[in-house]
């Protein structure tokens, strides 16, 4: 499952789509927030530093300040794949990232997506 290229992709190509998902469900942005910082550790100044300055995935993992400690709790189907069988790290945090907004969209409570 190795692709490069979404690798290469800009968080902020990317950030739109997830925002749409979640807004055309009922849910909105600051929720969208909520799950990003809860998995990355990011703040709302860092969020918008990484989107004005077009950061690409690979480096978007690579310099989030916590990876939170429950993502192993983040389990199922996501683009077909067992999301906790993915092998490459970074393509496991990429999924991780869109089970999270995929749940948000599904309604699916904060605390449960948030893993409380």
């Known amino acids: ?12 190509g990317v950030y ?5 998902k979640v807004e055309k469900k009922g849910r909105t ?5 909520e799950i990003i910082y809860w998995l990355t550790g990011y703040n ?8 004005e300055n077009r950061t690409d995935f690979e480096t978007f993992f690579a310099k989030a300040p916590l990876l939170n400690p429950n993502v192993d709790k983040i389990t199922g189907l996501i683009c077909g794949y067992r999301v906790e069988d993915i092998e490459d790290p970074l393509m496991q945090q990429i999924r991780y990232l869109d089970k999270l907004v995929d749940e948000l969209a ?5 605390d449960k997506i948030l893993r409380k």
């Open 29 to 33: 942005k600051e929720e969208l927030h």
């Open 16 to 20: 739109p789509h997830y925002v749409v």
């Open 44 to 51: 709302e100044q860092a969020l918008s530093e990484i989107l």
């Open 1 to 12: 499952m190795k692709n490069t290229k979404i690798f290469q992709t800009a968080f902020a």
């Open 106 to 110: 599904k309604g699916k409570l904060m």
